[in-house]
Nanobody, 126 residues
Framework: QVQLVESGGGLVQAGGSLRLSCAAS????????MGWFRQAPGKEREFVGG????????YYADSVKGRFTISRDNAKNTVYLQMNSLKPEDTAVYYC???????????????????WGQGTQVTVSS
């Protein structure tokens, strides 16, 4: 079992920054890939980015590439999503997820992730 708790969401103006955190507990955090997803009202959940167990590999959706950065601190069992140059279209509930079947591969489909946090709201005003 893995428990994930996101934090750091909030309201920010366009062009601003936020850093989301996802604290994990349960199974050994350093042994699996982590991902971030988001879901806007009326839209499907979409992949934002992911990071391998060591942090050596990251992968991002085109919509956030160059603006968002994922990192992890295995000593703190935490993964981060640094979001810069935020746009109103980034408004969504953001979820972190664990893919405990993988250590290196970053999957972009939500069905490959077996544990999810409760989500944190990010709202970007224009």
């Amino acid at each position: 079992q893995v428990q994930l708790v996101e934090s750091g969401g909030g309201l920010v103006q366009a062009g601003g920054s936020l850093r989301l955190s996802c604290a994990a507990s349960g199974r050994t955090f350093s042994k699996y890939t982590m991902g971030w997803f988001r879901q806007a009202p009326g839209k499907e959940r979409e992949f934002v980015g992911g990071i391998s167990w060591s942090g050596g590999s990251t992968y991002y959706a085109d919509s956030v590439k160059g603006r968002f950065t994922i990192s992890r601190d295995n000593a703190k069992n935490t993964v981060y999503l640094q979001m810069n140059s935020l746009k109103p279209e980034d408004t969504a509930v953001y979820y972190c997820a664990a893919d405990t079947a993988n250590t290196i591969v970053v999957h972009t489909t939500s069905r490959r992730y077996d544990y999810w946090g409760q989500g944190t709201q990010v709202t970007v005003s224009s």
